[in-house]
């Protein structure tokens, strides 16, 4: 089974950005459909983007505009670029397959001054 590992998370500045990767283990990647979600404390998980193999993009409202995701299917590695970022986008971000139960450990993503 494919496995997903994230990478990138940080502590940010509101304001500031930062870019997070999630690298797959093995070749056919370029054949998922690939999310990012996230969960903050207390809330439950929500879609953030989502990016089909063809490249077409879904983003969540609250996120249009400052989130950017990218696949390079020759690295086999799903990127979120995260721009203008809030402190309300605190949370801890994964990656995953879609459709699938085929999750990546999650980054934390924190932005506070």
């Known amino acids: 089974q494919v496995q997903l590992v994230e990478s990138g998370g940080g502590l940010v500045q509101p304001g500031g950005s930062l870019r997070l990767s999630c690298a797959a283990s093995?070749?056919?990647?370029?054949?998922?459909?690939m999310e990012w979600r996230r969960q903050a404390p207390g809330k439950q998980r929500e879609l953030v983007a989502r990016i089909t193999s063809g490249g077409i993009t879904t983003y969540a409202d609250s996120v249009k505009g400052r989130l950017t995701i990218s696949r390079d299917n020759a690295k086999n590695t799903v990127y979120l670029q995260l721009n203008s970022l809030k402190p309300e986008d605190t949370a801890d971000y994964s990656c995953?397959?879609?459709?699938?139960?085929?999750w990546g450990q999650g980054t934390q993503v924190t932005v506070s001054s």
């Open positions: 093995r070749s056919g990647f370029s054949f998922y459909y």
């Open positions: 995953h397959v879609f459709p699938s139960n085929i």
